[in-house]
């Protein structure tokens, strides 16, 4: 969710790609839906691991999962490095109405922090010129 919410509201700033450290090798089926619901499309995503990233230059790393942090390796050339945790939508228990909820409350928090900090990256850049 956080790579097709991050490429919606900041694509014109960054050449956004997600990765995890564990993987689950598909993109799960109510992220797709709940992310359509907002008019996002992250039907042909995949799960990828972060390694597959390790030769290309990085200048900025965001996590968005738990332990994720600690997990990741530093990029050559990385300058930036943002942790912003987030609770784990698939790993939520319950009824399905209460599973779908979860991975809707999820991307609309993910949505507020990454317009926030979409928007702000914006102002500094509008500052510097």
Same mark, same amino acid.
């Given at each position: 969710?956080? $790579?097709?919410?991050?490429?919606?509201?900041?694509?014109?700033?960054?050449?956004?790609?997600?990765?995890?450290?564990?993987?689950?090798? /598909?993109?799960?089926?109510?992220? *797709? =839906?709940?992310?359509? $619901?907002?008019?996002?499309?992250?039907? @042909?995503?995949? @799960?990828?691991?972060?390694?597959?990233?390790?030769? =290309?230059?990085?200048?900025? *790393?965001?996590?968005? !999962?738990?332990?994720?942090?600690?997990? !990741?390796?530093?990029?050559?050339?990385?300058?930036?490095? /943002?942790?912003?945790?987030?609770?784990?939508?698939? =790993?939520?228990?319950?009824?399905?109405?209460?599973?779908? $909820?979860?991975?809707?409350?999820?991307?609309?928090?993910?949505?507020?922090?990454? $317009?926030? /900090?979409?928007?702000? /990256?914006?102002?500094?850049?509008?500052? =510097?010129?």
């Amino acid at each position: 969710m956080a $790579e097709g919410i991050l490429r919606n509201v900041a694509a014109d700033l960054f050449d956004v790609h997600s990765a995890g450290s564990d993987p689950a090798g /598909y993109v799960h089926p109510l992220a *797709v =839906k709940v992310l359509d $619901e907002i008019g996002i499309d992250i039907a @042909s995503n995949s @799960s990828k691991h972060m390694n597959t990233f390790l030769d =290309k230059n990085i200048s900025s *790393v965001i996590t968005v !999962c738990g332990n994720a942090d600690q997990a !990741c390796p530093v990029f050559p050339g990385q300058v930036n490095r /943002y942790h912003w945790g987030f609770v784990d939508p698939a =790993k939520v228990e319950g009824s399905d109405a209460e599973i779908l $909820e979860a991975f809707r409350s999820i991307r609309d928090e993910i949505r507020l922090v990454f $317009e926030a /900090y979409a928007s702000g /990256y914006r102002e500094a850049v509008a500052a =510097k010129s």
